[in-house]
């Protein structure tokens, strides 16, 4: 079984103007083609990322099961058409519509206090989604003790958090990224399960390492972080993977049974189409061969699906 741990449905109504501009301004850079042009040309079919879209992708690259889950970043770049919550309940309605085939995480900015509080237990309780979502670099740092509410939610309710680490674009800061900010979490939630998005980011992987290996309850996900190395650096990834799961922990989990198949999708898809990713990962054992490391079939099948079994306790 495959199991997609990091996904997003996209819409226009999610985020304001200046969002998109600012998304379309870095692509622009890259494309070498004017920010308008991206646009008016690429965007609009980012922005019709829906349920029945994502599904038909995960088909295409035989993946059996994905995390969706929106993202709170008003309090940095403003009011959207669609409200957090209604947001929520978005994503919480296209994993009811595909129950077999979609799981929602809910998001919130914690810096919302209360209202964060009771629309995680909404979302969990009510509506069906299996976890937390944060991106800090909207501006919070996750050891900041407003978030430690609904980290208390999701240990009552027993749900896992995913805090995104690593890279961002202009206006969010990468700062506030640095997995060693999750260490304090877990110190101060033993029970917490938390995910790590992207490897930690690229620098970060070491810190995860660091942090994780006496420290059983935080897990990694491969997105975004992977698919760029894996396109343009994939000694380095494979050396990572390598590291984390060779490392011999007396006092935890192996690495192996915490590293977690996750794609971005779609804002990954640009770097590295999900099929692609999908088809890289299967193929561990050849691609580490080329650089003379070893990765077993056993790895793949745990990083692809059975790890995220165990952590999302699906
Ligand atoms: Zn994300």
Not at 211 to 226: H, M, P, Q, W
Request: aromatic share 10%.
């Amino acid at each position: 079984m495959i199991i997609d741990v990091h996904c997003h449905l996209s819409h226009r109504d999610f985020y304001p103007d200046i969002y998109w501009e600012l998304l379309a301004e870095s692509l622009s850079k890259n494309l070498g083609i004017p920010g308008e042009q991206v646009l008016r040309d690429i965007m609009p079919d980012f922005w019709q990322k829906d349920a029945s879209k994502i599904v038909e992708d995960m088909d295409n690259a035989g993946v059996d099961k994905a995390v969706i889950m929106p993202v709170d970043f008003e309090l940095k770049v403003g009011k959207a058409k669609m409200s957090i919550e209604e947001q929520n309940l978005y994503h919480a309605r296209a994993a009811d519509e595909y129950p077999d085939k979609l799981i929602s995480f809910a998001s919130v900015d914690p810096r919302r206090g209360e209202k964060a509080v009771e629309l995680l237990e909404k979302g969990l309780t009510e509506w069906g989604m299996k976890g937390l979502k944060f991106h800090p670099d909207a501006g919070y740092y996750p050891n900041d003790p407003a978030c430690f509410p609904l980290y208390e939610k999701c240990v009552e309710l027993d749900v896992p958090l995913l805090s995104h680490c690593g890279l961002i674009f202009i206006p969010f800061e990468v700062k506030y990224n640095n997995p060693i900010y999750l260490d304090d979490v877990q110190t101060a939630f033993p029970d917490l399960r938390i995910i790590a998005a992207h490897m930690g980011g690229i620098s970060g992987t070491l810190t995860l390492a660091e942090i994780a290996s006496l420290k059983s309850g935080i897990s990694t996900e491969i997105s975004y972080t992977g698919q760029m190395l894996a396109r343009g650096a994939p000694r380095f990834l494979l050396n990572n993977l390598r590291m984390l799961m060779d490392l011999p922990l007396t006092f935890a989990v192996p690495f192996k049974n915490r590293i977690l198949f996750g794609s971005d999708w779609p804002y990954a898809n640009a770097m590295m189409e999900r099929e692609d990713w999908v088809n890289w990962v299967k193929k561990l054992p050849k691609n580490g061969k080329e650089h003379g490391l070893k990765f077993t079939e056993e790895e793949v099948r745990l990083i692809l699906g059975e790890n995220a079994k165990k952590i999302l306790k699906i």
